[in-house]
T-cell receptor, first 115, second 113 residues
Framework: DVKVTQSSRYLVKRTGEKVFLECVQDMDHENMFWYRQDPGLGLRLIYFSYDVKMKEKGDIPEGYSVSREKKERFSLILESASTNQTSMYLC??????????????FGSGTRLTVV | GDSVTQMEGPVTLSEEAFLTINCTYTATGYPSLFWYVQYPGEGLQLLLKATKADDKGSNKGFEATYRKETTSFHLEKGSVQVSDSAVYFCALSDRRRGNQFYFGTGTSLTVIP
């Protein structure tokens, strides 16, 4: 069964900590995405990547960075966590071209609480 | 730019009731349209899709028809079950914009026995 795996379901971090959220997919997908999900705001795109070592800013990149050193892994980094980054974080992947017809595959999400 | 608008929730229905969740879209190109479902505590799962006008996507008793003339992709189910309680997201992917997805804000559905 193909999967997008996020390393943690729940995380609690302190303000100012550097936080790493990991995402791994086993579908050989080129495209990977990080979203955050907040009540009433739906899904907002933070960063995405269409290839190894490539990254593009989404709609809300401030306070975040990403790393894509290997095709299967896409990491989201909170350089200095703040309470307004408390949210559900969703990773997704897709295949270029096929993504339009076949959609994204999502991970189960990481619920991050910053205290 | 591209966008998706879906009906506000939450929606509460009794078991076996008819469900409609409205979704309309704005796109400059020729998008593909999707419905995703998110069960409590989980990520999003693809429920159904339609890739061109007049296509009907269907899965698990849910249906949605791609209506280009009304720019709509409403989700329907004839008889909901308690297990359908979830949040439903309408989304589009526009080939002309690098296949980037645009999601609606989600509609929460609760089905009561």
């Amino acid at each position: 069964d193909v999967k997008v795996t996020q390393s943690s379901r729940y995380l609690v971090k302190r303000t100012g900590e550097k936080v790493f959220l990991e995402c791994v997919q086993d579908m050989d997908h080129e495209n990977m995405f990080w979203y955050r999900q907040d009540p009433g705001l739906g899904l907002r795109l933070i960063y995405f990547s269409y290839d190894v070592k490539m990254k593009e800013k989404g709609d809300i990149p401030e306070g975040y960075s990403v790393s894509r050193e290997k095709k299967e892994r896409f990491s989201l980094i909170l350089e200095s966590a703040s309470t307004n980054q408390t949210s559900m974080y969703l990773c997704a992947s897709s295949s270029p071209g096929r993504g339009t017809n076949y959609g994204y595959t999502f991970g189960s999400g990481t619920r991050l609480t910053v205290v | 730019g591209d966008s998706v608008t879906q009906m506000e929730g939450p929606v509460t229905l009794s078991e076996e009731a008819f469900l409609t969740i409205n979704c309309t879209y704005t796109a400059t190109g020729y998008p593909s349209l999707f419905w995703y479902v998110q069960y409590p505590g989980e990520g999003l799962q693809l429920l159904l899709k339609a890739t061109k006008a007049d296509d009907k996507g269907s899965n698990k008793g849910f249906e949605a028809t791609y209506r280009k003339e009304t720019t709509s992709f409403h989700l329907e189910k004839g008889s909901v079950q308690v297990s359908d309680s979830a949040v439903y997201f309408c989304a589009l992917s526009d080939r002309r914009r690098g296949n980037q997805f645009y999601f609606g804000t989600g509609t929460s559905l609760t089905v009561i026995p």
